[in-house]
């Protein structure tokens, strides 16, 4: 994105961003990276990792700015996760800025919901959240303080229809990023909810982008366009930063106008 913002307090940070190989949280990782700071990433999708890191090292690179880390990580398995946060701290030092991104949004019928993929949901959607965030409260408070961005989504807000195990989670993220503010606040530990609309990832255009859907976005959203990974990168960087000192607690909306 052209003429976007430069974030001198980002320079040097260590971030760790969930579900970093693709889609939105791509471009979590290519946007920390050329800010100048400091990487680790998690997800399943060890090829498409591989190919983001192949198109960061060929191009420009920011100074100071090490490679990424990639891990392949089930964020469901908490062990799993924990250790991979344990090994972005080991390489670039103590975790300033989490990212919880990583996410399912499966279709799914309501008669279809059984107790276990129930469970799975909420495990990918919003478990591993407050797991991620619970790792790096130490190295926040270490450091003065840091910031924790939850991904919700606005999939519960205008209530979509086909995934009501996933909408749940995703209202319930808004609560866990306002109770985690409270408790971690003292720590002058910062905790936002960054809610995206319908983002035009190559996941949603191959699957859900269809005639009929392209008309519902045009009628909804008060701006015109179609909502880019890059667009809730931008917000992203923003309440890493210490630009936005002095908030949290909060919900950050970038859908064009829809919720």
């Known amino acids: 994105m052209p003429n976007t913002a430069c974030y001198p307090s980002l320079q040097g940070r260590t971030v760790f961003i969930s579900g970093g190989a693709s889609g939105i949280g791509a471009s979590f990782v290519e946007q920390f990276h050329a800010q100048g700071a400091q ?20 191009g420009p690179h920011t ?5 990424p880390l990639f891990s392949r990580c ?44 129930w469970d799975r949901c909420l495990n990918v959607n919003l478990r591993h959240q407050f797991f991620a965030a619970q790792a790096v409260v130490d190295d926040m408070a270490a450091l003065g303080g840091g910031s924790i961005v939850n991904l919700g989504s606005t999939s519960w807000m205008i209530k979509g229809a086909g995934y009501p195990a996933y909408a749940a989670t995703k209202a319930a993220v808004l609560g866990l990023t306002r109770a985690l503010a409270r408790d971690l606040g003292p720590r ?22 269809t005639p009929e859907a392209e008309q519902a976005i045009d009628a909804n959203q008060c701006l015109p366009g179609r909502l880019q990974p890059a667009d ?6 923003f309440l890493a930063a210490d630009d936005s000192r002095m908030c949290t607690a909060q919900s950050f909306i ?4 829809w919720a």
């Open 39 to 58: 990487v680790g990433f998690v997800d399943l999708d060890a090829d498409a990792a591989a190919a983001l890191l192949a198109r960061i090292a060929a």
């Open 63 to 67: 100074a100071g700015a090490p490679v």
């Open 74 to 117: 089930d964020v469901t398995d908490v062990e799993a996760l924990r250790a991979a946060i344990e090994g972005t701290r080991e390489a670039f030092g103590p975790v300033a800025v989490l990212v919880n991104n990583a996410a399912n949004d499966r279709r799914h019928r309501v008669e279809e919901v059984t107790p276990e993929s």
């Open 188 to 209: 002058n530990i910062r905790v936002n909810a960054l809610v995206p609309g319908w983002v035009m990832t190559e996941r949603q255009l191959k699957q859900w982008i």
């Open 232 to 237: 809730i990168a931008a917000m992203a960087l």
């Open 254 to 257: 970038v859908d064009a106008g």
